[in-house]
């Protein structure tokens, strides 16, 4: 099977047009589409349709996680139910299998890498900051528990390690993903992680299990490798 995964795509800020664009020669490349999040720009339900007329003429399966855009306007519910009735799995802490092989992710959240992530220490505020990244660590890891799949995909819209935010300012790094994503996903062996947000980050490193991570955010895969999206094969 052929993997097509590409990030932030941020519909509205760009045209039906452009979006077609992107995904004009992806159906002879690959088997199915994985998008990681950052669909939208601001999280608005036109934007979503942008999306979805884009892909009128993709027929491939679609997998995809919100980002954090796609919160902005408190419409993530139903931005999943719009792309879901466009046949577009959305992927919460869940996971779905295409013939045989296992999709699973979510959008994760931030709070830092290893031994300097936020701890729920002081303030309120605080414990609730990191309360919110361990639950998507947590949720994340049930959800492997049950995937049936000898072929496991994640997807996160948040970064799980660190090497694939370096280009990134180092001052940013505790905002654009969490080490907890990284463990859980460790756990449960999985092939490969596709992440996205980090717009200026690198593009590939691995799990301290040894995992490859791919950030396929389509402004890194477009400056590293002349395209928007990468192709994986399982
Ligand atoms: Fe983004
Ligand atoms: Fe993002």
């Known amino acids: 099977m052929k993997i097509a995964a590409i990030a932030d795509l941020h519909c509205g800020k760009y045209t039906v047009k452009q979006i077609r664009g992107i995904f ?4 002879g490349k690959a088997d199915v589409l994985v998008m990681a999040g950052d669909l939208t720009n601001v999280g608005l339900v036109h934007e979503i349709e942008i999306l979805l007329e884009a892909l009128n003429s993709v027929s491939l399966p679609k997998v995809a996680v919100l980002g954090n855009h796609d919160h902005q ?3 993530a519910v139903q ?6 009735a466009g046949n577009v799995c959305v992927l919460d802490c869940s996971s779905c299998v295409i013939e045989g092989v296992g999709f699973l992710g979510t959008k994760g959240f931030c709070g830092g890498f290893g031994n300097l992530r936020i701890q729920p220490f002081g303030e309120q505020a605080i414990k609730k900051f990191v309360e919110t990244s361990v ?3 947590v ?3 049930s959800a492997l528990k049950q995937i049936d799949a000898v072929h496991k995909i994640a997807i996160t819209h948040y970064a799980p390690i660190r090497a694939t935010l370096k280009g990134e300012s180092p001052e940013l790094f505790p905002f654009l993903g969490s080490s907890l994503l990284a463990d859980a996903l460790d756990r449960h062996h999985v092939n490969v992680i596709f992440h996205g947000h980090a717009h200026n ?3 590939s490193g691995t799990t301290p299990g040894g995992i490859p991570v791919h950030n396929v955010s389509r402004f890194v895969q477009k400056r590293v490798h002349n395209r928007d999206y990468m192709i994986y094969e399982v």
């Open 73 to 75: 306007n408190d419409e």
């Open 201 to 203: 980050g690198s593009p």
């Open 24 to 27: 004009s020669d992806i159906e």
């Open 135 to 137: 639950d998507e660590a």
């Open 79 to 84: 931005l999943t139910k719009i792309l879901e």
């Open 139 to 141: 949720r994340l890891d």
